[in-house]
């Protein structure tokens, strides 16, 4: 089956700002579209929309469809399920992608369970390619190769859906890159009547009071993070990654052991069911280096491993490794931190 239809984009709105996983996410579709040799769009559904597209724009895209409706903002299950649902039996793309938020998680399984399309959660790659059935031996060109942990970490799997569409795939925030494709990128812009894509039935639903509270913690954005992993041994010597973290100018991770074994709170959690970050530093600390965790983490520029298994998975990535307990390096490396930088 080769497709020419276009790759689109979901993008999240709140408080007139688009999301960042949105925008990683155009990035990320403006190279496997130029692959494909098809467009680039968007769909953006909200209220107050006007101008949206000079955010959406520069990130690579060519078209921007805007559904505007003030009972569409904030978001609810039906209207906006309905709004993709019936949008893309109209324009047929080959692949639509969503950020893996609340709000993604909650709509993508909609769409593609209505459309009969299949779904893909998570992906921490997304790449073009052709595939071979086994079975069949039919050929097909061009897929989008959804790559993701699976079996619990102890394989990568690439997902394909060679025959339905759209291909659909969700990526949370910090796995992609963002990155401006041009500033002075100029896009269609394509403004549809909402009654024509939501009938009055989708809503039911009305929200009556909405709570959104912020992170406290943000370890998505510090340059330096100190991570501890279940090695640690307990509670009190994560107090040792907060001394350093401190002194470095960084802030404190952990792995999803270590968050289960209760030695940090999860909303430090780094990995494939935490954030991704990607830091100027990483010092992995009793961090023994599963898939899910190195996912959230890769990307970072140097990475420092300090355990005392010289054979932990996360060796083979680091650019340093120190063999030894954290116990023992760790007031050594606060020491001769606080000795030079004088």
């Given at each position: 089956?080769?497709?020419?239809?276009?790759?689109?984009?979901?993008?999240?709105?709140?408080d007139?700002?688009?999301?960042?996983?949105s925008?990683?996410?155009?990035?990320?579709?403006?190279?496997?579209?130029?692959?494909l040799?098809?467009?680039?769009?968007?769909?953006?559904?909200?209220?107050?929309?006007?101008?949206v597209?000079?955010?959406?724009a520069?990130?690579?895209?060519?078209?921007?469809?805007?559904?505007?409706?003030?009972?569409?903002?904030?978001?609810?299950?039906?209207?906006?399920?309905a709004v993709l649902?019936?949008?893309?039996?109209?324009?047929?793309?080959?692949?639509?992608?969503?950020?893996?938020?609340?709000i993604?998680?909650?709509?993508?399984?909609?769409v593609?369970?209505?459309?009969?399309?299949?779904?893909?959660?998570?992906?921490t790659?997304?790449?073009?390619?052709d595939?071979?059935?086994?079975?069949?031996?039919k050929?097909?060109?061009?897929?989008?190769?959804?790559i993701?942990?699976?079996?619990?970490?102890n394989i990568?799997?690439?997902?394909?859906?060679?025959?339905?569409?759209?291909?659909m795939?969700?990526?949370?925030?910090?796995?992609?890159?963002k990155?401006?494709?041009?500033p002075?990128?100029?896009?269609?812009?394509?403004?549809?009547d909402?009654?024509?894509?939501?009938?009055?039935?989708?809503?039911?639903?009305?929200?009556?009071?909405?709570?959104?509270?912020?992170?406290?913690?943000?370890?998505?954005n510090?340059?330096?993070?100190?991570?501890?992993g279940?090695?640690?041994?307990?509670?009190?010597?994560?107090?040792?990654l907060?001394?350093?973290?401190?002194?470095?100018?960084g802030e404190?991770?952990a792995?999803?052991?270590?968050?289960?074994a209760?030695?940090?709170d999860?909303?430090?959690?780094?990995?494939?069911?935490?954030?991704?970050?990607?830091p100027?530093?990483?010092i992995?600390?009793?961090?023994s280096?599963q898939?899910?965790?190195i996912?959230?983490?890769?990307?970072s520029?140097?990475i420092?491993?300090?355990?005392?298994?010289p054979?932990?998975?996360?060796?083979?990535?680091?650019?340093?490794?120190?063999?030894g307990t954290?116990?023992?390096?760790?007031?050594?490396?606060?020491?001769?931190?606080?000795?030079?930088?004088?």
């Amino acid at each position: 089956m080769t497709d020419k239809n276009n790759l689109i984009v979901y993008c999240e709105i709140e408080d007139g700002h688009i999301a960042d996983v949105s925008l990683e996410l155009l990035t990320k579709g403006r190279e496997l579209a130029n692959k494909l040799g098809v467009k680039l769009e968007a769909v953006v559904i909200g209220d107050n929309l006007d101008g949206v597209e000079n955010q959406i724009a520069p990130y690579g895209a060519d078209v921007v469809y805007k559904v505007s409706d003030k009972r569409l903002y904030p978001y609810t299950s039906n209207p906006h399920a309905a709004v993709l649902i019936n949008l893309f039996k109209e324009i047929k793309p080959q692949v639509c992608l969503m950020g893996a938020t609340c709000i993604g998680r909650d709509l993508g399984p909609r769409v593609s369970s209505s459309l009969h399309s299949g779904l893909t959660a998570d992906c921490t790659s997304l790449e073009i390619g052709d595939h071979k059935d086994p079975k069949t031996g039919k050929e097909y060109e061009n897929l989008l190769y959804q790559i993701r942990p699976a079996f619990g970490g102890n394989i990568v799997a690439t997902i394909v859906n060679p025959d339905c569409r759209p291909q659909m795939a969700t990526v949370r925030e910090g796995v992609m890159k963002k990155e401006v494709f041009d500033p002075a990128h100029k896009a269609e812009v394509v403004n549809l009547d909402a009654s024509k894509y939501v009938s009055p039935e989708d809503f039911v639903v009305e929200i009556i009071d909405r709570h959104i509270e912020k992170s406290k913690v943000n370890i998505k954005n510090s340059p330096i993070i100190v991570a501890g992993g279940y090695g640690m041994g307990s509670k009190e010597n994560f107090d040792l990654l907060y001394k350093l973290a401190e002194t470095l100018g960084g802030e404190v991770g952990a792995s999803r052991a270590a968050v289960d074994a209760g030695f940090c709170d999860h909303d430090r959690q780094i990995g494939q069911t935490g954030v991704t970050v990607r830091p100027k530093l990483y010092i992995a600390c009793g961090i023994s280096g599963q898939i899910q965790h190195i996912a959230g983490m890769q990307e970072s520029s140097i990475i420092i491993s300090i355990n005392n298994d010289p054979d932990a998975p996360i060796n083979t990535i680091a650019d340093f490794v120190i063999n030894g307990t954290a116990e023992d390096v760790i007031p050594k490396l606060i020491k001769y931190y606080k000795k030079n930088s004088k």
